[in-house]
């Protein structure tokens, strides 16, 4: 009985020693699968912008008209890096018009958002949240979406167009 008894304690340390090692294999398993999923959420960075970073600018042509000098609109548009932010400024002046603004900036290498977010000089009509352009990418040149801003010259003025 004794050598039986001793094949069971023998069976039972066996038994307790691959449930051991099974528990620490799932818990170095864990430990991994944790490390792995900080890491890649830490890596996983959001679209960009930075290829945006510039000054851009557009001019209206003016209306044809007999006044002289026919007015003209000039929009100049500069995105810029502060910080880890990516920041824009819009300015359109001309014709009885002087408007400077701040612009939140959403989108991604082939296309930049301006969100309107606040009024740099008091003469803005737009409305926080107001998207008004978008910049798009196509081949070499970049489109203009005309959103809550549109050219201020025309009756009809185009709704995308190489603009900037």
């Not at 930075?50 to 500069?78: I, R």
């Not at 880890?84 to 300015?91: E, F, K, N």
């Not at 939140?104 to 107001?130: E, P």
């Not at 978008?134 to 979406?145: A, G, M, P, Q, Y």
Request: some cysteine; hydrophobic content about 40%; proline content about 4%.
């Amino acid at each position: 009985m004794l050598g039986h008894s001793a094949k069971l304690w023998s069976l039972a340390a066996t038994t307790s020693l691959m449930n051991r090692s099974i528990l620490l294999y799932l818990s170095a398993f864990k430990t991994l699968l944790v490390i792995f999923v900080l890491l890649s959420c830490k890596t996983r960075q959001k679209p960009s912008i930075d290829s945006w970073v510039g000054e851009y600018s557009y001019e209206e042509e003016p209306l044809d008209q007999a006044e002289v000098p026919a007015p003209s609109m000039l929009w100049e548009f500069a995105v810029a890096k502060s910080g880890d932010s990516t920041l824009g400024t819009l300015d359109v002046n001309g014709f009885q018009t002087f408007t400077k603004a701040r612009a939140q900036l959403t989108g991604d290498s082939s296309a930049l958002y301006v969100i309107f977010d606040r009024d740099l000089d008091g003469s803005s009509t737009w409305k926080r949240g107001d998207t008004l352009f978008v910049l798009s990418r196509k081949e070499k040149s970049t489109i203009t979406t005309w959103k809550r801003a549109t050219p201020m010259l025309r009756e009809n003025p185009p709704k995308t167009c190489e603009c900037f």
